[in-house]
Nanobody, 119 residues
Framework: QVQLVESGGGLVQAGGSLRLSCVAS????????MGWYRQAPGNQRELVAT???????NYADSVKGRFAISRDNAKNTVHLQMDSLEPEDTAVYSC?????????????WGQGTQVTVSS
């Protein structure tokens, strides 16, 4: 079992910043890729950013240069620093973890945190 606890969503004006955090936990588990996805009303869930355990990052084109993903492997935590936010960034942001348990791999999702950017 993998548990994810997210924090940091909220309401911000366009041009502002928010920082999302996600703490992963579990027994006999190692965390590989961690990241964030988002889903706006009426849209499909889309990748925002991911980071591997060795620090390789991947970003959606729409957030490159504005968002930065980081992780603390010692604390099993992943952060998403979101700057220059735009109304189009409004969505529910969910933490994602690809984890390795004894004998199997699992993908886990957080419950989601709302980010609303007002114009």
């Amino acid at each position: 079992q993998v548990q994810l606890v997210e924090s940091g969503g909220g309401l911000v004006q366009a041009g502002g910043s928010l920082r999302l955090s996600c703490v992963a936990s579990g027994s006999s588990v190692s965390f590989n890729t961690m990241g964030w996805y988002r889903q706006a009303p009426g849209n499909q869930r889309e990748l925002v950013a991911t980071i591997t355990s060795t620090g390789n990052t991947n970003y959606a084109d729409s957030v490159k240069g504005r968002f930065a993903i980081s992780r603390d492997n010692a604390k099993n935590t992943v952060h998403l620093q979101m700057d220059s936010l735009e109304p189009e960034d409004t969505a529910v942001y969910s933490c994602y973890v690809a984890a390795r348990l004894p004998g199997r791999s699992v993908a886990s999702w957080g419950q989601g945190t709302q980010v609303t950017v007002s114009s």
